[in-house]
């Protein structure tokens, strides 16, 4: 059974940091590229990072470039999101996936596998 199961979100002030956790079970983790993805009320779930299966590549969207920081640490099957300089725009639902031999891609339809998500909310 594969699971993704996210930690760390909660609520902070704007300019403030969260740094969100996803650890994978149930699939060989060095196999999967590994996304964060966000969904506000009323809106479309939206890609914010992704890293490659190797590890050796990074995507952004283009609203969190300079300010968050995905990584991931192949030993404890875990994906990582740093968040810096948040802004009450960053208020989101954060989702992490897994796609198989995934290259960064911020298309959800290339991921296989979805954790429940984790609330981020930051206050003005």
């Known amino acids: 059974q594969v699971q993704l199961v996210e930690t760390g979100g909660g609520l902070v002030q704007a300019g403030g940091s969260l740094r969100l956790s996803c650890v994978v079970s149930g699939v060989t983790f060095t196999h999967y590229g590994m996304g964060w993805f966000r969904q506000a009320p009323g809106k479309e779930r939206e890609f914010v990072s992704a890293v490659t299966w190797s590890g050796d590549s990074t995507n952004y969207a283009d609203s969190v470039k300079d300010r968050f920081t995905i990584s991931r640490n192949n030993a404890k099957n875990t994906v990582y999101l740093q968040m810096n300089s948040l802004k009450p725009a960053d208020t989101a639902v954060y989702f992490c996936?897994?796609?198989?031999?995934?290259?960064?891609?911020?298309?959800?339809?290339?991921?296989?596998?979805w954790g429940q998500g984790t609330q981020v909310t930051v206050s003005s």
């Open positions: 996936a897994a796609g198989y031999l995934g290259m960064g891609t911020p298309q959800t339809i290339a991921y296989d596998y």
